[in-house]
């Protein structure tokens, strides 16, 4: 079967750094998505790893190591709003087609 | 751009009723993907339109049906609701690598 494991909750301190891993199994391989979800909201696209090693866009960074089959998202300086569910997705097909994890849901505190 | 709209944004259905659901792109997107996310996990892919072909199916029951007009807006049909069909109903449009998400359907079966 086709699957991705990440973290089901994680906590952390305004101001901080936080880091949400995501292994996955799949069939096939084309790049792995992060997108983060408000509750009651649509989710909303943070980054994309068709290869291995690091991508950076502002306070978000995402990593992939295919022969691992492991990516992590990491946010820094971490603020309130960003207290979300975090969801990594797998391209596993030519197309667009996402298989998604559970996602892990992200708790700021002051 | 106004981005992806869905409508309606929230329907209450009878068991064993049809429902339609409607959706446009962002301009100038072909694609068009559907998924069903239930409360507490990740999206679950439906089926995936290019051009007004089908290029994906996910593992949903004959109920569950979808069209692409040539103005690639999208409608998802679904027969003979379940209790279980019950969930918020997102669509995506792609270009490339990102999916834009429209705000999704809440369906509700009782």
């Known amino acids: 079967g086709q699957s991705l494991e990440q973290p089901s909750e994680v906590t952390a301190v305004e101001g901080a750094i936080v880091q949400i891993n995501c292994t996955y199994q799949?069939?096939?391989?084309?790049?792995l998505s992060w997108y983060q979800q408000h509750d009651g909201g649509a989710p909303t696209f943070l980054s994309y790893?068709?290869l291995d090693g690091l991508e950076e866009t502002g306070r978000f960074s995402s990593f992939l190591s295919r022969s691992d089959s492991y990516g992590y998202l990491l946010l820094q300086e971490l603020q309130m709003k960003d207290s979300a569910s975090y969801f990594c997705a797998v391209r596993a097909l030519m197309g667009y087609q996402l298989i998604w994890g559970a996602g892990t849901k992200l708790i700021i505190k002051p | 751009d106004t981005g992806v709209t869905q409508s309606p944004t929230h329907l209450i259905k009878t068991r064993g009723q049809q429902v339609t659901l409607r959706c446009s792109p962002i301009s100038g997107h072909k694609s068009v993907s559907w998924y069903q996310q239930v409360l507490g996990q990740g999206p679950q892919f439906i089926f995936q339109?290019?051009?007004?072909?089908?290029?994906g199916r996910g593992n949903f029951p004959d109920r569950f049906s979808a069209r692409q007009f040539p103005n690639y807006s999208s409608e998802l049909n679904v027969n003979a609701l379940l209790l279980g069909d019950s969930a918020l109903y997102l669509c995506a449009s792609s270009l490339d690598t990102e999916a834009f998400f429209g705000q999704g359907t809440r369906l509700t079966v009782v």
């Open positions: 790893n068709a």
């Open positions: 799949t069939s096939g391989f084309y790049g």
């Open positions: 339109y290019y051009e007004k072909e089908e290029r």
